[in-house]
């Protein structure tokens, strides 16, 4: 081999190993941002509904206890299953210091079917 070959293959492979400046580390993406994420809007519930704006407490007296009760930060999730249907309840605080409502409610059926939220409630109503 040629000493010219063996210099030419030393270079290529130097420029495979060689650092970016960072120490080796890829440098941070840059969609990273730093500001805090928007706080959420609160809209009041509507009229008549029997879980929106509630407590976790008021909730839990209507539904029973829950299957599922997740904390995550300032959120809390609390999840109530009856014979027909499963109902997840979101809770947040409307504004800082103040007590976590219920803010969203996602419900289906035992096996993931659609059902109307109002009647989900209904069943799963403690009597």
């Given amino acids: ?3 010219a070959t063996v210099t ?3 270079l ?3 420029g495979c190993g060689g650092t970016s400046g ?3 580390r890829p ?3 840059a969609s990273v941002s730093s500001k805090p994420a928007p706080p959420p809007v609160f809209r009041p519930p509507p009229p008549g509904d029997a879980v929106l704006g509630r407590s976790a407490a008021a ?3 209507l539904l ?3 299957r599922l009760d997740i904390r995550e930060g300032a959120a809390r999730k609390m999840q ?3 014979e027909n249907c499963i109902a997840d309840v979101y809770f947040y605080a409307p504004k800082v210091q103040a007590d976590p409502i219920a803010t969203h409610i996602d419900t289906r059926g035992r096996e993931g079917e659609d059902v109307a939220r109002a009647e989900c409630i209904g069943t799963l109503a403690v009597r």
Avoid: E
Wanted: net charge positive.
């Fill in 1 to 3: 081999m040629s000493r």
């Fill in 8 to 10: 030419m293959a030393a």
């Fill in 12 to 14: 290529l492979l130097a």
């Fill in 22 to 24: 960072t120490g080796g």
């Fill in 27 to 29: 440098p941070p993406p």
């Fill in 59 to 61: 909730v839990t007296a």
């Fill in 64 to 66: 029973g206890p829950p």
């Fill in 80 to 82: 109530f299953v009856g």
